[in-house]
Structures are given as C-alpha cells and as structure tokens.
C-alpha cells in the first residue's frame, strides 16, 4: 500500500505540475500532502436569474471541499454579492458552449484540475434559479447564450482599460507604442498566451495559424507607427527582439509540456519551420532576430527528434510480429497490416499539420532505418530468438514480410528513402537465401552494405549449411572493400546518424494568397478578447511573401548539424597541489534544461587543462572527484573545483554548450600564460538563457 500510495502522489505531481506550467502565479496549486490533498485559488463568476454577470470572485480552495462546502464558504466570504442573488443558489461548469451542474458531493477543484487533461477550459458559474434548477434544454440555452455574452462585453472592457489593441496586418503591418511600454508588453504576453499555450493543436482547422500569426505579429512592430513612437527606430527593434525571443521562450515551454505526444510534437515542429522560414526571408526581421531564429532552429531539432522516438515507439509495438512462427500465425501475421498502417497514421498526421514534404521523406527515412535496424540487431544477436532466425527459411520469411512495407513506400512515392534505408535487413536477408553456387563477387555486390564480421555471423550459424570455402571468399572480399580504421561492430544504432537539413523553398507561406482558410477562424476568439485585431488591406496584393528578400539567407551549418546528446567521458588531470586546473568556467542554463550547468569558458595556455588536451571551450564538467556540479551556482562549482587535490577526476559532457544553444556565451579561446587558477565569471543571463530561477520556501 505505501508504493501504491506514493505513485498515486507522484502522478498527481505530475498532473498539477502541467497545471502549474502553462497558469498564472495566482492559479498555481500546492503540491500534494500525505493525505493527497492539495490547493488552489478558483475564480467564481456570480450571475442572477435572468443570466446578467453580476462579480467575479476568488477563493482558495481545498480539494477536500465537496459542492456543498464550497457553497457554505462562498456564502461566509462573498455574502453582498450573494445576497443579490435570489432564488436557490447553484454552481455549474461551463466549457466550450455547455453547461452541467456540480452535484454536491463532487469536489470543484479536482474537476478544475481535470481540464488540463484534455487542453479545455472553463468556468465556474454561480446562478440562481427560482424553484430550484430548471432541466429544460431552452432555458439552458438562453442562459448559457446571455453568460457568454455580457463575459464578453465585461472581458473587451478589461483588456482595452489594460492594454493598447494591437493590429495585425499582414500586408500594412502597423504597430503602437504606449509610453514606458508596460502595458503594451501585458498585452504582448496576453497575445502570446492565447496564440501558443492555450492553443489545442488537435482542434486547429489551419494547423499553420499560430506561425503565421506570429509573424504577423512581429510585422505589425515594424510598422511607420511603431517607428515614430518614443525611441524611434532602435525602440521598435529592442521591441521585434524582445517579441521574437518571448516566442521562441513560449514555444519551448509547450513543445516540453507533452513530450509524449505525436500530434502535439507534429504541430509545433511544423510551426516552427513556417515561423523559422518567416524569419530568415523577411528582409527586415532576418538580421535582428538572428538570436531567435537560432533558438527556433534548435527547437525545431528538438520537436523534430521527439516526434520520431514518439512514431518509433508506436512502431515497436508491432515489430514482434516479423518474428512470429509463419506455421502458426501465417506468412504475414496481422502485426505486420498494423505496422503499415502505423506508417499511414503517420503518414497522415504529417500532411494534417502541413509538415514541410522534404520534412517528411527525413522523417521516414528514420522510421525506415529503425525497422532495418530493429530487425537486422535480432539477427546479430548472440542468441537469436527464435533460435534457428539466421537460416535460409528465416531469411525467406522475413524478405516475404518486408514486402508490405516496400509496396506502400512506393504508393507514397517513398521508394528511394524505403530501398536506401531498409537496405541492410535486405541484403542480409538475400545473403540468407544466397545460394553458395554463387561467384563471390556476384554475391559480394549483393551484400556490400554488411561488414565482415555480419557476414561471418549471418553465414557461420549452426542453422547454416554453407561452404566454409565460400563464406571464407565473401568475407575476404568486404575485407578488402572495408575501410579498416573503422570500428566494425555487429549491431547496429537505432538512429539514423544524418543531419537534419531544412528546406529553402516550398513553404505554405510561398503558395498561399489572402487570409487562409481557418486563421479567421482561429483568431476569433483572440480578437473577440480585444488582444489584437485582424484588418483587411483592400489595396494589398494578399501575397505573404512580399516582406521577403530576393536575397537568399545565410548559411546556417553552425545549427543545422544533427543535435546529438553530449558524449560523456571520463578525464583525469594532474596538477601542482595547491594550484587551479587553468581554466575559467561559467555557469549558464541552456534551451532545454532545468538546471544550470557548469561550462569551460576558456582554457589557460600551458596550464594543466591545456597540457591534458581532453577538455574544449563549450564542454560541460558535470562532476569532479565524484560530487555533481550540476545545479551549483557558479561560486559553489568553483569551490569546488579548488578544493580537488593533485589528482582531479572529472566527467564531462563533451560539446555540450553547442546542443544546448550556448555557442554565443562560450567563444573557443585560449588565455595567454599565466597564474594557473580557477578563473570565473558572474552567471550569464540574456533573453534566452536564465539563471537558475530562485525558489522561496
């Protein structure tokens, strides 16, 4: 009972953390106590019988109140309000045009908490009815018609006493400034919000709406208003920068929010490509938000290598099935159909979120090589299982099972990505049906994708009757076609080692005309909020590309490599006692992490670090002697690393700055010689890369 319990509390952590996540500081909830229970601010909408908005209300609530004790309290705290009220008194939860009323033995804020699990959002009325609650479905819909539109009268007001209206035009793209600018940037967070976290990508009709408000968003900055407000010039630009950097700083936070998630991982992956295009082409906003584009491409990575471990994962449900005994479940057993179908899904969902087609052949491509790989690793596995796997029979069973997923590469036109990548469960599978009467350079050129060790394994089984003499001559000849100062292994990895390379044309927003189909519709709510407004340009060519420059954008190899997880290794240096290692450190936290970490800044010419030759600018120290450097402030790690004797053993993460988008903070140079001592710096900290962030307890 006490681990049940305890994964009972873990879980609810969990659920309330992604509660927590994307609300205001207000509507946190508490973590869970040993009793389960926690708490929470819940906002109260009062309304009379004739369905006019009375007050709002707020109050903290324990997850332990039933209807009935929330009632009881609301009566003590909020009693003038109440007691304009008349009639019995009621709470109903209202969500997305429907109305249901809370028994009274049902808890208000778990059922707030449950929204969170579905994306939905609602409220929590307080009404009257007289006579007691009224089940006819008219009466419902008048009064669920007048609530939702005297809240939206009252929340026009609030937002348009709070902030500026912003204007998003596509083609004009004005913007305003409003003095210190502080209400301005509320609204700009609001918008933001509304744009990116509150957004259920499942729901979207114009899956690419959020990109492309965006960017229209960041236009509207750029506009001969916004020049002429206070500052001029250089205001609106520290403006775009701020913007664009808040952009990418929420979509990180909703990319990690559902890491799980194909379809949320799908959606923002393909907004981020559009948003990343936007940026680099348009002429104004390509060279002052090169920071934000930087950030979008390694979000992009990010998005793009989750969404490939989430289909490999739906796929590895059904491998099993290519080694099921063809005896008794057949020659293609139905987990074979359910892969290929699993392929369609995904499929689908690429063209659903409108993900760039030279995207999708990458993607495939990595889906491909897993089945290559996951099946040619059963293979060479030391105990193959089933045992006689690595025989003639075998080989013709899974050559014959292959052939769904080869005929529906070709449907799709992903017949070159398909034979490239599912090349080497091929050729092994040919080279198990070979027949040894075959020139050995014939069946050479069959297999030439296997190293010589595979070949050995495949042809060297008990299960095989094949020719020593041949199997000898085979082997020989990939010897000698190998190149021997690789590292032959029989097994192969998982992931597709290529880099992940971003097209320059063929983006929607190089197609579309006007206001595509569904962004209407999805702005619609943003604007009934008065946190922007979508004006027509009658005079505007309707073209998206008519900010873009003729001049086609910078190389980006720097952050267009395969972002790869940082390699740890062991290094140990050798020092004078009482001396530092000859090197500087500082503490930083990148995109994608919760922590800060530890990095080499600079290397001391001549020190011990330096004669090492193992530790780089930009590498990670994540322990030294044992003790962790991860999550220490900068002066912390630096006591730390003082206090190791001549003998320092370190584990670090090598080029680890670069994958967590630190490249601008740590330049690769080397200090002029000198005292050799533990140099450090004070924590960095741009729009990007934050401190640790200080927790009050």
Same mark, same amino acid.
């Given at each position: ?8 509390r ?89 109305e249901?009323?809370l ?7 778990v ?43 009252k ?15 596509s083609?004009?793209g004005?913007?305003?400034d409003?003095g ?7 609204a ?134 290519? +080694? /099921? ?10 987990? #074979?159909?359910? $892969? @290929?179908n *699993?392929?369609? %899904? &995904? ?10 087609p ?90 030439f994708?296997l ?6 394994? +495949? /042809? ?10 041949? #199997?000898?001559? $085979? @082997?020989? *000849?990939?010897? %000698? &076609? ?40 999805f ?37 267009l ?40 800044k600079s ?12 530790? &780089?600018?930009?590498d ?38 670069g ?6 903070l ?18 960095f ?13």
């Amino acid at each position: 009972m006490p681990e049940e319990h305890a994964a009972k509390r873990e879980e609810l952590s969990r659920v309330i953390g992604a509660w927590n996540s994307s609300r205001l500081d207000l509507f946190e909830i508490s973590p869970p106590d040993q009793d389960l229970e926690f708490h929470g601010v819940m906002r109260f909408y009062l309304e009379d019988a004739s369905g006019e908005n009375v007050a709002t209300k707020c109050l903290r609530v324990s997850s332990a109140w039933t209807t009935e004790n929330l009632l009881d309290q609301l009566s003590r705290k909020v009693t003038p309000e109440l007691k304009m009220l008349s009639g019995a008194l009621w709470l109903w939860e209202v969500q997305a045009g429907k109305e249901r009323r809370l028994e009274p033995e049902e808890r208000p804020l778990v059922v707030q908490l449950n929204w969170n699990q579905d994306n939905r959002e609602g409220r929590f009325v307080l009404k009257t009815e007289k006579g007691g609650a009224k089940n006819n479905a008219g009466d419902k819909r008048s009064l669920m018609q007048n609530f939702r539109r005297t809240l939206s009268k009252k929340d026009k007001k609030k937002v348009k006493n709070r902030s500026t209206e912003k204007s998003l035009n596509s083609s004009r793209g004005e913007g305003s400034d409003d003095g210190d600018g502080s209400e301005t940037k509320r609204a700009e967070d609001l918008l933001l919000s509304a744009v990116v976290n509150y957004t259920n990508s499942s729901t979207v009709h114009f899956k690419l709406a959020p990109a492309f408000v965006l960017y229209a968003a960041a236009r509207s900055l750029l506009g001969p208003r916004a020049a002429s407000g206070p500052g001029g010039q250089r205001s609106q630009r520290s403006r775009v920068v701020a913007l664009a950097d808040k952009m990418v700083e929420r979509l990180w936070k909703v990319v990690q929010r559902r890491p799980g998630s194909a379809g949320a991982s799908c959606f923002w992956m393909s907004n981020c490509c559009e948003l990343l295009h936007f940026l680099k082409r348009d002429a104004e906003l390509q060279p002052i938000t090169a920071q934000s584009q930087r950030g979008l491409s390694r979000l992009l990575h990010h998005a793009y290598r989750k969404l490939v471990e989430s289909l490999q994962t739906e796929l590895t449900k059904h491998l099993p099935s290519f +080694l /099921l005994d063809p005896q008794t479940h057949g020659a293609l057993p139905k987990g #074979i159909e359910l $892969l @290929v179908n *699993a392929l369609s %899904a &995904s499929m689908s969902l690429l063209r659903r979120c409108k993900v760039h087609p030279a995207l999708s052949i990458q993607l495939f491509s990595q889906l491909f090589h897993y089945v290559s790989a996951w099946l040619f690793n059963r293979l060479m596995a030391p105990r193959p299982d089933p045992a006689v796997l690595r025989s003639r029979h075998w080989g013709a069973t899974l050559r014959r099972r292959l052939g769904p997923i080869e005929a529906w590469a070709e449907r799709q036109g992903l017949e070159l990505a398909a034979e490239c990548h599912l090349g080497l469960i091929a050729q092994a599978t040919a080279l198990l049906t070979m027949e040894p009467s075959e020139q050995v350079q014939e069946a050479q050129s069959c297999c030439f994708r296997l190293s010589p060790v595979q070949i050995q394994t +495949l /042809l060297q089984d008990p299960h095989q009757d094949v020719p020593r003499g041949w #199997i000898s001559g $085979l @082997v020989s *000849a990939a010897e %000698a &076609s190998s190149d021997p100062s690789l590292d032959l292994q029989l097994e192969e990895s998982l992931t597709l080692q290529l880099p992940l390379l971003l097209p320059e044309h063929g983006y929607c927003s190089q197609t579309l005309r006007g206001v595509p189909p569904g962004l209407t519709q999805f702005m619609e709510p943003v604007c009934k909020r008065g946190l922007c407004s979508l004006t027509s340009a009658p005079l505007a060519s309707g073209d998206w590309t008519v900010h873009f420059s003729n001049v086609a954008p910078p190389s980006e190899t720097t952050y267009l490599e395969p972002e790869r997880e940082p390699e740890q290794q062991s290094v140990t240096l050798h020092k004078p006692l009482n001396s530092g290692m000859g090197l500087s450190i500082v503490a930083a936290k990148g995109a994608g992490q919760s922590a800060l970490g530890i990095y080499i800044k600079s290397i001391v010419s001549g020190g011990p670090a330096h004669v090492n030759g193992r530790l &780089s600018c930009g590498d990670q120290l994540l322990t030294v002697d044992g003790q962790s450097l991860v999550g220490l402030s900068q002066d912390s790690a630096a006591q730390t690393l003082m206090q190791s004797g001549p003998v320092v053993a370190l584990l670090v993460a090598k080029r680890a700055a670069g994958f967590h988008g630190l490249e601008e903070l740590l330049r690769d140079e080397v200090k002029e010689p000198g005292k050799v001592t533990v140099l450090w710096m004070e924590p960095f900290t741009d729009r990007s890369h934050k401190e640790a962030p200080k927790t009050e307890l």
